[in-house]
């Protein structure tokens, strides 16, 4: 088998390397294969951030606001225009785009989130002695074991009733952290 793959972008991040690897055997081929995969793990690390990044900026109030401030001067040029499909079509052209690229960016995000608190909640699940382990995989599970489980728990709250610890009320919650942090100044 004959390989031959170019490296020169390899060589500016990773140092001196060959800058055309050709075998007939299997070890170059390799030796190209992990510098790829480094390659695609850097792409992916850098597309993160970068999804992250404009999730946070496209969610901020003030992305709403230089959008809407957009959209009125927009408005305002119509009758500079005169209203024609070309003034409809810039607006809905760059609407349509940017819609586009930010779904996957947020849906990149929120992955990577959701990733991220399924993780937490695994190691929580772990920790915890008394804890089911066997609900630490339930993302994969189907809907039908999502409903069952459902059914479970709804059944299990009503045998327990009131001996489950009701949720404290705001105030309570708020008097609570209070006197914790008094007692912590003066100890």
Known sequence: MLLTTN??????????LPTRVTTDRGDGAFFALQHLRGEIQYMNELF?????ATAEVVGSPLAFIVGLIILIVWALSG???GFSDT??????????????LVVFLIQSAQNR????????LDELLRAMESARTSL????HRSDADLEQLQAEFHHLRKLQGKALE???????????HKSEGEQRLRS
């Open 7 to 16: 490296c020169e972008g390899y060589a500016a991040r990773y140092g001196n």
């Open 48 to 52: 993160h951030k970068f999804a992250y």
């Open 79 to 81: 009758p500079f225009f």
């Open 87 to 100: 003034w409809q079509l810039v607006v809905n052209t760059g609407t349509t785009i940017v819609t586009f």
């Open 113 to 120: 989130d959701a990733r991220a608190i399924h993780l937490k």
């Open 136 to 139: 630490v995989d339930l993302e």
């Open 166 to 176: 009701p949720c404290p009320e705001p105030e309570e919650v708020q008097k609570h």
